[in-house]
């Protein structure tokens, strides 16, 4: 009974022991002591093995930054970590560690990012090269302006204006490959700025038509037509007042805004038209139904006068079948007698020449008669 006690007690002391052994202050820090805006913190703890640690960052300002917990481990070592806000407050933050019957605390800063250094001056072959990069981008964006100003108005100065540019810019590049860096670098700026006057002038040639375009609409009283005009004009205002480039889309707008006005009012004058010509065609449409009258009545006329006509025609036509059966008659019997009259002739040209015959056989015997008279005589 007493060794049972004894070893009982002596368990209890080996125990308090290793507890005391093992058992350590809580301590709390962090793995940088200056951070940047957006950098992730590392928060290292240790104390009391298979412990959890309730950790609490708080700002300059005093307000929470984080808040977390980390759990220290057999070998005593533990830790947890967050990032820092991208407007995390600059100053120094204070990290409170809480275990059990233990605090702890450390700090840290957040500072500004030291500036880059500035970088090396350009070569004149790099200040050449983007001077020709930045007035090719001016060049693009002028023409691609320049096409969606051409919609509205034909632009003459302006084009003029761009191909300058162009031909300067065209230069530029020559320069460069030359290796005539500075001139090259001079050339692009001035191709530039050509670009830009142009674009400004094309500006310049939209409002001046959309202007002209107004003032063409003055005095239409009818309220669609004022609605589109003011909305407009409120476009073509606010583009007088914007560069050039920014103005562009309130010209297009305005454009769409005025011709529309002016679309209605062609229409408006259209529609009068139209009245007018209705007015002329009911008018004609009238005197066409009296003519078509006239010409009905004169078409029974002309059918009563047909009827009558073939009437007649049909009578003649008979009379004229009766004609032709005795002409066809007449003519057989004709021929009959043409043969006849050719026979008879023929008889009689026979008879004919039988008396001139006898005629010349008398004569001949009268010649000889008295020959032979004559002869007795003597």
Same mark, same amino acid.
């Given at each position: 009974?007493?060794?049972? +006690?004894?070893?009982?007690?002596?368990?209890?002391?080996?125990?308090?022991?290793?507890?005391?052994?093992?058992?350590?202050?809580?301590?709390?820090?962090?793995?940088?002591?200056?951070?940047?805006? +957006?950098?992730?913190?590392?928060?290292?703890?240790?104390?009391?093995?298979?412990?959890?640690?309730?950790?609490?960052?708080? %700002?300059?300002?005093?307000?929470?930054?984080?808040? +977390?917990?980390?759990?220290?481990?057999?070998?005593? &070592?533990?830790? #947890?970590?967050?990032?820092?806000? /991208?407007?995390?407050?600059?100053?120094?933050? &204070?990290?409170?560690?809480?275990?059990? @019957?233990?605090?702890? /605390?450390?700090?840290?800063?957040?500072? &500004?990012?030291?500036?880059?250094?500035?970088?090396?001056?350009?070569?004149?072959?790099?200040? #050449? !090269?983007?001077?020709?990069?930045?007035?090719? *981008?001016?060049?693009?964006?002028? !023409?691609?302006?320049?096409?969606?100003?051409?919609?509205?108005?034909?632009?003459?100065? #302006?084009?003029?204006?761009?191909?300058?540019?162009?031909?300067?810019?065209? %230069?530029?590049?020559?320069?460069?490959?030359?290796?005539?860096?500075?001139?090259?670098?001079?050339?692009?700026?001035?191709?530039?700025?050509?670009?830009?006057?142009?674009?400004?002038?094309?500006?310049?040639?939209?409002?001046?038509?959309?202007?002209?375009?107004? /003032?063409?609409?003055?005095?239409?009283?009818?309220?669609?037509?004022?609605?589109?005009?003011?909305? @407009?004009?409120?476009?073509?205002?606010?583009?007088?007042?914007?560069?050039?480039?920014?103005? =562009?889309?309130?010209?297009?707008?305005?454009?769409?805004?005025?011709?529309?006005?002016?679309?209605?009012?062609?229409?408006?004058?259209?529609?009068?038209?139209?009245?007018?010509?209705?007015?002329?065609?009911?008018?004609?449409?009238?005197?066409?139904?009296? *003519?078509?009258?006239?010409?009905?009545?004169?078409?029974?006329?002309?059918?009563?006068? =047909?009827?009558?006509?073939?009437?007649?025609?049909?009578?003649?036509?008979?009379?004229?079948?009766?004609?032709?059966? %005795?002409?066809?008659?007449?003519?057989?019997?004709?021929?009959?007698? =043409?043969?006849?009259? @050719?026979?008879?002739? #023929?008889?009689?040209?026979?008879?004919?020449?039988?008396?001139?015959?006898?005629?010349?056989?008398?004569?001949?015997? @009268?010649?000889? =008669? +008295?020959?032979?008279?004559?002869?007795?005589?003597?």
């Amino acid at each position: 009974m007493r060794l049972l +006690g004894f070893l009982v007690i002596l368990v209890l002391l080996l125990s308090l022991a290793s507890s005391l052994v093992l058992a350590s202050p809580l301590s709390v820090s962090t793995d940088k002591s200056e951070y940047y805006r +957006g950098d992730r913190v590392t928060i290292r703890v240790s104390g009391t093995p298979n412990t959890d640690v309730a950790i609490e960052v708080r %700002d300059p300002n005093g307000k929470v930054a984080w808040f +977390g917990q980390a759990r220290i481990g057999s070998d005593g &070592k533990g830790s #947890a970590s967050f990032r820092l806000r /991208s407007d995390a407050p600059y100053g120094t933050y &204070k990290v409170y560690a809480s275990a059990v @019957g233990e605090q702890a /605390s450390c700090t840290f800063k957040v500072v &500004k990012k030291p500036a880059p250094p500035p970088p090396p001056p350009p070569t004149p072959e790099e200040e #050449a !090269r983007e001077a020709i990069s930045s007035a090719n *981008e001016t060049i693009s964006n002028v !023409r691609a302006l320049l096409d969606r100003l051409s919609i509205i108005t034909e632009l003459v100065e #302006a084009e003029d204006l761009f191909e300058d540019a162009l031909e300067l810019y065209s %230069d530029a590049l020559a320069a460069f490959n030359a290796s005539e860096y500075d001139r090259a670098k001079y050339l692009a700026n001035m191709a530039k700025s050509k670009a830009e006057a142009a674009l400004s002038e094309g500006v310049s040639e939209v409002i001046s038509y959309l202007d002209g375009q107004l /003032s063409q609409l003055e005095g239409m009283v009818d309220p669609a037509i004022e609605l589109l005009l003011n909305y @407009g004009k409120a476009y073509l205002n606010t583009a007088k007042g914007a560069s050039p480039s920014e103005a =562009v889309p309130f010209l297009l707008d305005a454009y769409k805004f005025i011709s529309a006005g002016a679309h209605v009012a062609s229409l408006i004058d259209r529609v009068s038209e139209l009245e007018g010509l209705i007015a002329t065609l009911r008018e004609n449409a009238t005197s066409l139904a009296s *003519e078509l009258e006239r010409l009905r009545g004169e078409n029974a006329e002309l059918s009563s006068r =047909v009827s009558e006509l073939q009437e007649s025609y049909n009578a003649l036509k008979s009379d004229y079948d009766e004609l032709k059966s %005795d002409y066809d008659s007449l003519k057989e019997e004709n021929e009959r007698l =043409v043969e006849k009259v @050719g026979a008879l002739i #023929a008889e009689l040209s026979n008879a004919r020449n039988l008396m001139y015959a006898l005629f010349v056989v008398g004569l001949v015997i @009268g010649i000889v =008669v +008295g020959w032979l008279i004559r002869a007795r005589k003597k």
